[in-house]
């Protein structure tokens, strides 16, 4: 089974800071991709990755940057966080089929 | 960005009743996914069609790729309590890059 982890199920931090999130997968995938779900609005992408240093932007990429250094692992980055960034992230990998999902990171932003 | 149309947007209903949901698209995809998301998780895949006109079955659920590539729909037979989530449909249009396009969501509760 493919297994997309994320670094923290919760998260609080305060307007400002410069916030991390990271996810790991382990299933060798080439694809990678962040969004963010809020009530309503259904799951928006952020950016996505399709090789190791290639990034791409999705339908909502202002405030966010991503870093892909090695396949496995997609981090994405909000420079300087603000309150509208409070939200639901998710990961997801994928080869050339469906997209597998984490379980999410509940971001609180202060 | 785009989002498929997912009807209903709700459903309240009773352990027992059978369950029908849908989505549907101005765009034609080569794939379409449904995707079950229980509350404070990650969404989950539930079953996947890949040739227009497929139907597919996954122990209570069942699902079809209609035949337009248009559209596609979920059931779900005696449904248990367990089957309350979210369910989201995605679209794929077989680019290079792997996109989705999800629906919007549908809400179902179901009373013991």
Redo the contacts between chains.
């Keep these: 089974d493919v297994k997309?982890t994320q670094s923290s199920r919760y998260l609080v931090k305060r307007t400002g800071e410069k916030v991390f999130l990271e996810c790991v997968q382990d299933m060798d995938h080439e694809?990678m991709?962040w969004y963010r779900q809020d009530p309503g609005l259904?799951?928006?992408?952020i950016y996505?990755s399709?090789d190791v240093k290639m990034k791409?932007k999705?339908?909502?990429p202002e405030g966010y940057s991503v870093s892909r250094e090695k396949k496995e692992r997609f981090s994405l980055i909000l420079e300087s966080a603000s309150t509208n960034q409070t939200s639901m992230y998710?990961c997801?990998s994928?080869?050339?089929?469906?997209?597998?999902?984490?379980?999410?990171t509940?971001l609180s932003i202060l | 960005g785009q989002q498929l149309n997912q009807s209903p947007q709700s459903m309240f209903i009773q352990e027992g009743e059978d369950v029908s949901m849908n989505c549907t698209s101005s765009s034609i995809f080569n794939t379409w996914l449904w995707y079950k998301q229980d509350p404070g998780e990650g969404p989950v895949l539930l079953i996947a069609l890949y040739k227009a006109g497929e139907l597919t079955s996954n122990g209570r659920l069942t699902a079809q790729f209609g035949i337009t590539r248009k559209d596609s729909f979920l059931n779900i037979s005696a449904s248990i309590p367990s089957d309350v989530g979210i369910y989201f449909c995605a679209g794929q249009d077989g680019g290079a890059t792997n996109k989705l396009i999800f629906g919007t969501g549908t809400l179902l509760a179901v009373q013991p």
């Design positions: 997309v694809n991709f259904g799951l928006r992408l996505f399709y791409e999705g339908d909502i998710l997801a994928s080869l050339w089929g469906p997209q597998h999902f984490g379980d999410g509940r």
